[in-house]
């Protein structure tokens, strides 16, 4: 089974900064197999994707947080990263790590981010 646990979330003042990460267990692939990305979802709004990295290392952004956010990936410690910069009101969301392998998604539980003066 596959297992992600994210960290970090927080209340952080606007233009403030904020690291989450999201670490992944399986007992089926190892880590660097895996797409990972990071979405998130305000209340009455749907769930977006915010930024993703393939198994090969290439990045995306959505073009809300372009040039704000920065995913990367720590494949020693199966880990997965979302650095915030110059946050906004408007990246208050709960953040979800995914992983996806093949025609397999896998979540996390989920972790609170509120940007709030």
């Known amino acids: 089974q596959v297992q992600l646990v994210e960290s970090g979330g927080a209340l952080v003042q606007p233009g403030g900064s904020l690291g989450l990460s999201c670490v992944l267990s399986?007992?089926?692939?190892?880590?660097?197999?895996?797409?990972m990305a990071w979405y998130r979802q305000a209340p009455g709004n749907q769930r977006e994707l915010v930024a993703s990295?393939?198994?090969?290392?290439?990045?995306t952004y959505d073009g809300s947080v372009k040039g704000r956010f920065t995913i990367s990936r720590d494949i020693a410690k199966n880990t997965v990263y979302l650095q915030m910069n110059n946050l906004k009101p408007e990246d208050t969301a709960v953040y979800y790590c995914?992983?996806?392998?093949?025609?397999?998604?896998?979540w996390g539980q989920g972790t609170q981010v509120t940007v709030s003066s």
């Open positions: 990295i393939t198994r090969v290392g290439s990045t």
């Open positions: 995914n992983a996806h392998f093949v025609r397999d998604d896998w």
């Open positions: 399986s007992s089926r692939v190892i880590f660097s197999m895996y797409d």
